[in-house]
Structures are given as C-alpha cells and as structure tokens.
C-alpha cells in the first residue's frame, strides 16, 4: 500500500493493555467501585454515542449544534484569523466542521481523541473538505496530552474547542484541573470555547441518559465488552444493568453498573467479589448554574469573556480566555 500521510502524522499516545489493566484494577479496589469513562470509547463505544445524540430524549448534541450555526459568524469574529484550533474529544467531527467554516482562514486543526477510528474517520473527511487546512491529529487521553505537533504556519492565536459538555464527565477539581491545562496551551493570547449543558428540569436531564430505545443502557454495557476484549476480564453483561440518576445536589447525572446478583468478576488474576445491587460508578455528567462555571474557570485562570444560551436554557456556550 502507498504511505498514508495522514497515518504518518498521526500522533498515537493511546492508552494500552497495561494502562487500561491498571486503572481498571485501581478502580475495581476502590469503594464504590468505579470503571474509568475514557474506556467508553472505542470504535464501538464511539458509534453508540453517535447513535446516542440521534434519540429524541437526547437533547445536548442537536441543541448545542442549533446553538453553534446561530452564534459562530460573532464567535469567528471574536477569534479572528490564521488561529490554530485544537479540539479537546472531536468524536465524529461534525461541530468541528461548522467552526472550521465559520472561522474561514484556519492555520492548523488538532483534533485530540482516544478513539482511534473515530479520529482516522473524522480527520480524513475533514482533510478533504478543508484542504488548506493543516491536519495534526493526537490520539489521547486529553487529561494526558502530550506535546502539541509545531504548525507549519504560525498562528496568530490558539482557540481551544471543547464542546458537547464533555467537561461534565469530570468531578470539580479534575474539570479545573483540565481548565488550567488549557489555560497553559492556549497561551496569553488565547481562547477557549466549551459547550456546557445547564442545570435544569431533572426529568428532562434523566430521561436523556434514560432513553427508551436502550442505547444509552447498551452504551455502558459496551465498557465491559471493550474490558473483555482488550485486558482479558470476564464481566458477563447480562449480569449489570445500566443505572443513570440526576442527583439534585451535586447537578450531576450519576451512571452505574449495578450487578444483579452476587457474582465474581476476574482481571489480571485477581477476583472481585460484586453484591447483589452492588453498583460500579461509570461516569458523572455534570450540569451547570452561570457562577458555578464562571468561578470554576476563574479558578483556573480564566474568565468568561462570552457567553450563549440555547432557549430555555437547554445548553450553553462559553468563551474564556486568560
Ligand atoms: C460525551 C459528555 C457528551 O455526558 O452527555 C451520553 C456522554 N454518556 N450519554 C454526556 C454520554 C451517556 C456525553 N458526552
């Protein structure tokens, strides 16, 4: 086969066997039990989610996208010209395209993300519809990123785009923490743009991480078949049912694996005993108030300089900067 240029660029810091081995046994230890929910993400992980933000219950992925088309022309001329964007979980692409349009003369795009085939997938459609623009894409963990590829042409600033509310996946100081990365890519001059879904109606946020069709329950389940697979553990998936419930007071949706029986789950030659409805925390997604996210940013260094709602208050875009 010829050389792909794209393959050849590519930055490859994927976590691997060991890695994945070690969280997965650390959070097995731990009380409650907890499974990272970075390992959703493989190439099927990442085609549930797409499938995921095609239910009707799931509001976050078409309101934030209705949100973008109207307000990027003022984003783009916020950012102005020749940036470099960086791309913190660019999944399938799709929102990416609607910013790299709307900001017109893009130096270089780094599209971060721990799915490999979603990154070479995305990256390739992207690379055909934006010739002029330079491709580096990092396949990673982007609490781990490791030194971003130099540009050829050099940038007159950094945009950071960290859409789809994926921040709410992390605890408070781990989504400062994150913050504060950015804050140190980005650079003085630089700006960021995350999307964040709102604390609202909770029998709204509930039910899109409930949906009737299944896909969310066959989202989480997939965890444990990617764990199979890939470190060799022998969770039976008919033995844990996926449970997500918006505690009020911490504004967070909490998802589960309850097991449904006692049963014995082996990794790497240890044994972990589960209790019937023993439940195996997966992931938060958090909500937010306005102060809540303005002084989560000003404790990493930023401020909210912009800031969009989608009606009613269903998601909301914000722009930071140092
Ligand atoms: C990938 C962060 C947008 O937390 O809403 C969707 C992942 N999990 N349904 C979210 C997810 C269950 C999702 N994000």
């Known amino acids: ?29 731990a009380r409650p039990r907890a499974l ?32 973008l088309r109207q307000v990027l022309p003022e984003i783009a001329a916020r950012v102005g010209p020749q940036a470099r964007v960086v791309e913190y979980g660019s999944g399938s692409g799709r929102k990416t395209r609607l910013l790299l349009q709307a900001l017109g003369d893009v130096v270089a795009y780094t599209p971060v993300e721990i799915s490999r085939t979603a990154l070479v997938d995305s990256v390739r459609a992207l690379a055909m519809q934006f010739p ?104 039976d998936l008919s033995g844990f049912v996926h449970r997500a419930r918006y505690v009020v007071p911490s504004r967070r949706i909490e998802t589960s694996l309850v097991s449904r029986h006692a049963q014995v789950v082996r990794v790497a030659g240890q044994a972990f005993g589960f209790e019937r409805d023993e439940a195996m925390h997966v992931e938060y997604s958090h909500k937010y108030g306005d102060a809540q996210f303005a002084a989560m940013a000003a404790a990493a260094g930023l401020r909210v300089g912009a800031a969009w709602d989608a009606p009613a208050r269903m998601f909301g875009l914000r722009l930071l900067q140092p």
Not at 151 to 157: K, L, P, Q
Not at 167 to 172: C, K, Q, S, T, V
Not at 194 to 210: F, Q, V, W
């Open 132 to 235: 002029a623009i330079e491709m580096l894409p990092v396949c990673a963990d982007f609490t781990a990123l490791p030194p971003l590829p130099p540009s050829r042409r050099t940038a007159r600033r950094t945009l950071l785009f960290f859409p789809g509310s994926t921040l709410g996946n992390f605890a408070e100081a781990a989504a400062v923490s994150i913050l504060r990365g950015m804050r140190l890519a980005m650079g003085p001059e630089g700006l960021a743009l995350i999307g964040i879904d709102l604390d609202k109606d909770p029998a709204t946020i509930e039910a899109a991480y409930n949906d009737v069709a299944g896909v969310t329950a066959a989202f989480t389940l997939n965890l444990l078949a990617r764990l199979n697979r890939e470190i060799g553990s022998d969770f």
């Open 36 to 67: 990272p929910s970075k390992y959703f993400y493989d190439a099927r992980g990442s085609a549930l989610f797409e499938e995921i933000t095609r239910q009707p219950e799931y509001y976050l992925t078409r309101t934030e996208l209705a949100l």
């Open 1 to 29: 086969d010829a050389p792909d240029p794209l393959l050849e660029r590519l930055v490859d810091h994927r976590p691997g066997r060991a890695a994945i081995t070690a969280d997965v046994l650390a959070g097995l230890s």
